[in-house]
């Protein structure tokens, strides 16, 4: 089985930075496009970030210039750089991968908590 593990949230003040890490193991026969997704309370689940194998990345208006979206294709993980972070980023954040052979799969999400 796969699973997609996620680490780095946590509470930082405005202006601040993070780096959030999703690492997928398992039986893993290549990895197609990996993302980060965000969920506030009370709102829908967004798109803030994608990168395909090849490096093409897609951000979210609201995140363009302030986060930056990587990936190890060696370690099968995907990183998402956050920076001059906002109380509107504060949310649960989620990474997900789109592997061969299996259906989408999402991580158990890590919590970021922007301070005003």
């Known amino acids: 089985q796969v699973q997609l593990v996620e680490s780095g949230g946590g509470l930082v003040q405005t202006g601040g930075s993070l780096r959030l890490s999703c690492a997928a193991s398992?039986?893993?026969?290549?990895?197609?496009?990996m993302g980060w997704y965000r969920q506030a309370p009370g709102k829908q689940r967004e798109l803030v970030a994608t990168i395909t194998s090849g490096g093409s990345t897609n951000y979210a208006d609201s995140v363009k210039g302030r986060f930056t979206i990587s990936r190890d294709n060696a370690k099968n993980t995907v990183y998402l750089q956050m920076n001059s972070l906002k109380p509107e980023d504060t949310a649960v954040y989620y990474c997900?991968?789109?592997?061969?052979?299996?259906?989408?799969?999402w991580g158990q999400g890590t919590q970021v908590t922007v301070s005003s």
């Open positions: 398992g039986s893993i026969f290549g990895i197609r496009s």
């Open positions: 997900n991968a789109d592997l061969h052979y299996y259906p989408l799969m």
